[in-house]
């Protein structure tokens, strides 16, 4: 499996997200944090050498396994928040659109989303926040909305892995068990 050595599982995190977490998060509100160890303890400082991930891609799997009846549009924004960056100081990409339970995977570019030249990518990230968003776009926070209980109570699965350059997604590197790298 030499196609798939340098791939690594960024995070790999399942739970249950309500209206009170979404309320309560902090420092901001609709954001689930994946920090220290829940992040892969083999997540390299340097993502452009000597392994180059920053021109690669990464692989974003969603299972989504508790969502509320109705079909309300939502999506997560994932955004990597580095250990320094410039302009900004952090960059997203997202888990597309869904309306009801199942799993979404979607292969993204590193350089094609938001921000993303926001992260000095010679120093690491140290977190990754989650948001819950409905499909309105930047703003569109679930807990915001007065449809909230469209949102919540959900239960997801989501699983980043990186691929670098020149590399397809592997699925022998998703983990059988969350968590497990």
């Not at 977490?21 to 689930?32: G, V």
């Not at 952090?90 to 030249?117: H, L, Q």
Request: charge should be neutral; aromatic fraction near 12%; glycine fraction near 8%.
């Amino acid at each position: 499996m030499a196609q798939s050595a340098n791939q690594f599982v960024l995070f790999d995190v399942e739970f249950t997200y309500t209206k009170a977490d979404a309320d309560n998060s902090t420092p901001s509100k609709s954001h689930y944090y994946v920090k220290h160890d829940m992040l892969n303890p083999k997540t390299p400082k340097d993502w452009t050498s000597p392994i180059d991930y920053r021109n690669g891609t990464v692989h974003i799997r969603l299972e989504v396994l508790e969502k509320p009846p109705g079909g309300a549009p939502t999506t997560w924004t994932l955004c990597y928040i580095p250990n320094k960056g410039q302009k900004n100081n952090y960059g997203c990409t997202n888990t597309g659109i869904y309306t009801e339970k199942g799993i979404y995977e979607s292969d993204v570019p590193m350089t094609s989303w938001w921000e993303n030249e926001s992260i000095i990518w010679t120093e690491g990230v140290k977190q990754m926040d989650l948001v819950i968003k409905d499909d309105s776009g930047g703003q569109g926070h679930a807990h915001k909305r007065k449809d909230f209980e469209k949102f919540f109570p959900t239960k997801v699965r989501i699983t980043m892995i990186q691929v670098p350059a020149g590399e397809k997604y592997n699925p022998d590197v998703l983990p059988k068990t969350v968590g497990a790298y």
